[in-house]
């Protein structure tokens, strides 16, 4: 069966299916409504008391920010509005609990899920799945006790739940097959988390699997294969223990510089939106954060973050990092962001209307609040400030003068704070890119934004399925603008470019970046040995020869073509 790759790996063992059953819920008309309401009440404490079981395991087990889910289904069943609604329906139409719990749960649902914004979005699953416990405990039928698991098991289900990840057994939970999701779903980042192989959206492997079969799931190709053959299982065997080997032997290069055969060394940092990311970037060699996409503190929470909150999210990382750099990006809201507290005009192009510093000029003060609390976590670490979507060289001058501003007043207040920080900009949009050479006496350095630049670049919508098979980074018209920055950083005194979009951890791209010049590659954490071995295997000067190579292609084909030859060459082989 053919499905998503969702977290890499090969596991081998038996199925554990979760069926997934339509629940049905009564749908006749009740005349003691009173019996409804108490069964409704029942059930909210029971799910109540079950789901605080689950959140003190759960901070045992994954930690406080992984827990946090479970407190926040434990608020959706003491939200007034949600239970008051239910037990509205119940009266008026004279329905059964159940019914009413799916009616009103379906509503939210449907709303959450109509929302634009990626975070709502994701919401909708939360409440999904408190409705679903709610309406079990209401029929009074059982969970599987995912914690009772005591053989190696491969878990086979429709999707896995929140809930579920959280309650299973994780010693003896070697890798999951579902039905639906893909690599950006709850249970694919949960398997990236865990550590364990998964494969997603195969459609049918609930239909198709029966428990006690022997499973394989090959997260590495998207593969899952039931009751295998001799044959099939003697190459699996083979495929899983060079695909350990291969771990292994990256795991070696952990505490290895990223440094060329002939000595052209290159930092490689991680991306991180929370502080609890740190520990990844540090487990997987990153020498610092290229990237703090600050949104998270402003998205987590129903208002403003002040400046304390700011200072010690901010104060945290900077002190995990332990003297490393940590370029802290400055808001990037509006565009497909939004923030519940903050309202803004709909826009005709919001990708191209009032996003990130844009909107932090409109509101200074929030603006400010943020400025005044990197400056002063800048005291406890190695602090760098980054300003996103700068168009051209009067917002950097402008963004500047707001910083200024707020060292002049912390000054007056008498509060310590990081006099020298450095500051520079994510080059992300083109005007950008080509006036890099006038920006860069006014940076300290460049951090280019492949994602949105691709996007702005190409006129292409990075969300948008229709066009993505114009979406490609490694085109020449991309290329051309990454040298532009690069060069412009280098031709002053001290300054640096990095890259912090997807392009800068994709294999593909490393040995061209590379030859450019690239100073410091910012990815997600996993992504860092295996850059890391690439640039360890060849030399400077012959990277310099493969970046000139793909300057004088005409097309991203060819440009993968070539470099897939040389990766070859180099006797390279990509996971
Ligand atoms: C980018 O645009 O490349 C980037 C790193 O920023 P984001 O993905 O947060 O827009
Ligand atoms: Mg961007």
Do not use: W
């Not at 903050?342 to 844009?358: C, H, I, S, T, Y």
């Not at 006036?435 to 691709?454: K, M, P």
């Amino acid at each position: 069966m053919k499905g998503i790759g969702a977290s890499p790996g090969i596991a081998i063992a038996k199925a554990f299916v979760i069926k997934h059953e339509e629940i049905k819920v009564n749908t006749d008309k009740i005349d003691d409504i009173q019996n409804e309401l108490d069964r409704l009440a029942d059930a909210l404490e029971k799910s109540k008391d079950q789901l605080k079981k689950i959140h003190e395991q759960a901070v045992i087990e994954l930690g406080d920010e992984e827990a946090r889910i479970f407190a926040a289904h434990l608020m959706v069943l003491d939200d007034p509005e949600y239970v008051g609604q239910i037990q509205e329906a119940i009266k008026n139409q004279s329905i059964s609990a159940d019914n009413g719990i799916k009616q009103i749960t379906d509503m939210f649902v449907g709303i959450f899920e109509s929302m634009d914004d990626e975070y709502m979005k994701e919401r909708a699953a939360d409440i999904k799945d408190v409705g679903g416990r709610l309406i079990r405990n209401s029929l009074g039928i059982k969970d599987q006790d995912l914690g009772a698991i005591n053989e190696d098991s491969i878990i086979i289900a429709y999707d896995l739940t929140p809930s579920d990840t959280a309650t299973m057994n994780k010693q003896k939970v070697l890798g999951f097959a579902t039905d639906i999701g893909g690599r950006t779903s709850h249970t694919a980042i949960m398997a990236r988390s865990l550590e364990i192989p998964a494969v997603l959206g195969l459609k049918n492997v609930t239909h198709d699997t029966k428990d006690g079969d022997i499973v394989i799931v090959d997260g590495i190709d998207g593969v899952v294969v039931v009751n295998p053959d001799e044959k099939t299982m003697d190459e699996y065997l083979t495929k899983k223990s060079e695909y350990e080997a291969f771990v292994k032997e990256l795991a070696q290069l952990k505490d290895l510089p990223a440094v060329t055969l002939d000595g052209h060394e290159v930092e490689l940092v991680g991306n991180i939106g929370t502080p609890k990311d740190v520990e990844g970037v540090l487990r997987n060699g990153g020498t610092g954060v290229g990237l703090y996409r600050t949104e998270f503190l402003y998205m987590d929470s129903d208002k403003m973050p002040d400046e304390e909150k700011q200072f010690k999210a901010y104060k945290e990382v900077l002190e995990s990092m332990d003297g490393h750099p940590v370029i802290i990006r400055t808001l990037d809201i509006g565009g497909d962001k939004k923030l519940p507290y903050l309202q803004l005009d709909e826009e005709m192009n919001p990708f191209l209307g009032l996003r990130a510093v844009r909107l932090c000029f409109v509101e200074k003060n929030l603006f400010k609040t943020q400025l005044r609390a990197i400056l002063r976590a800048g005291v406890y670490g190695n602090a760098h400030i980054m300003f996103p979507m700068i168009s051209n060289v009067t917002e950097v001058k402008q963004a500047k003068a707001i910083l200024e501003e707020c060292k002049e007043e912390l000054r007056n207040e008498n509060i310590s704070f990081d006099e020298n920080i450095k500051v520079g900009i994510m080059v992300e949009i083109p005007s950008a890119a080509v006036t890099a050479d006038i920006i860069a006496s006014e940076v300290d350095f460049f951090s280019i934004g492949t994602n949105d630049l691709c996007q702005y670049a190409l006129a292409v919508d990075r969300m948008n399925e229709t066009v993505s098979y114009l979406y490609q980074p490694l085109t020449p018209a991309i290329l051309r603008l990454v040298k532009m920055v690069i060069d412009a950083s280098h031709d002053v005194e001290g300054k640096f470019t990095g890259m912090c979009g997807e392009l800068a951890g994709d294999p593909r791209a490393a040995l061209i970046l590379l030859g450019l010049g690239l100073d410091e590659f910012s990815m997600s954490a996993s992504s860092v040995p295996q850059i890391k071995k690439i640039i360890r295997s060849v030399n400077f000067k012959d990277a310099q020869e493969i970046a000139k190579k793909a300057l004088g292609l005409s097309t991203e084909e060819e440009v993968l073509a070539m470099v897939g030859e040389e990766l070859e060459k180099l006797d390279i082989k990509l996971i």
